[in-house]
């Protein structure tokens, strides 16, 4: 059973441009969520997708989209970078109908650099 | 491996001493709390949760303890080793929110042989 893989695994940027980042779920997860994390920070909740729809999404601006495929791995896609954006972001899936953030799984994470 | 976090709170112990790491939480309304570690270059990993019906659940090591009263959490690991040396996160959800989890700053956890 595989875990969640993300990519790329570090990335540079500049300001103004546009960046996508890639999710496989865990194998048996419908659910993708992701997280930005800041240096020095925790996580922070961006949105998730259930069924290839948002299903719930933090205080992100509208630039911070996302997609999920029917093979339920997903994409963020952030336009017009800023120098805030530099983070890592984190990817988590999860197995639907099964209550309690316990069955989340993370992966390593895309290490994004906005200069 | 790269870093986590440069400005965490640190909490350094000897090997083989018991680590107590803590959190404050802001919602009342969480009635879900778990603790992550986080490895360098790694993602968070599960290691234990509690339910706010619960004031104390034990895992192999781990203890979590909570106050709901004053809204805090705690994590002892027993008999630190050198694997644990990591970054601890509390996170809290909402039982609407099953999935959207709230982390803590984080506590970097270091381990002196």
């Known amino acids: 059973e595989t875990g969640v893989t993300q990519s790329p695994t570090h990335l540079i940027k500049t300001r103004g441009q546009q960046v996508t980042l890639r999710c496989s779920s865990q194998s048996g997860h419908n659910t993708v969520s992701w997280y930005q994390q800041a240096l020095g920070q925790g996580p922070q909740f961006i949105f998730q997708?259930?069924?290839?729809?948002?299903?719930g999404r933090g205080n992100f601006p509208p630039r911070f989209s996302g997609l999920q495929f029917p093979n339920y791995s997903s994409e963020l896609n952030v336009n017009a970078l800023e120098l805030d954006d530099s983070a890592l972001y984190l990817c988590?899936?999860?197995?639907?109908?099964?209550?309690?953030?316990?069955?989340?799984?993370f992966g390593a994470g895309s290490r994004l650099t906005v200069l | 491996g790269e870093s986590v976090g440069l400005h965490l709170p640190t909490l350094s112990v000897q090997e083989g001493d018991n680590s107590i790491i803590n959190c404050a939480y802001s919602n009342s309304a969480s009635d879900y709390f778990i603790w992550y570690k986080q490895e360098s270059g790694k993602g968070p990993q599960f290691i234990i949760d509690i339910r706010s019906n619960m004031d104390k659940r034990q895992g192999q090591r781990v203890t979590v303890l909570l106050n709901k009263t004053v809204k805090h959490l705690s994590l002892q690991i027993a008999a630190t080793q050198p694997g644990d040396s990591a970054v601890y996160f509390c996170a809290e959800t909402r039982p609407q929110g099953a999935q959207k989890l709230v982390f803590g700053q984080g506590t970097r956890l270091t381990i002196n042989p």
């Open positions: 997708y259930y069924r290839e729809e948002e299903n």
């Open positions: 988590a899936s999860s197995p639907t109908g099964v209550v309690g953030a316990n069955v989340l799984t």
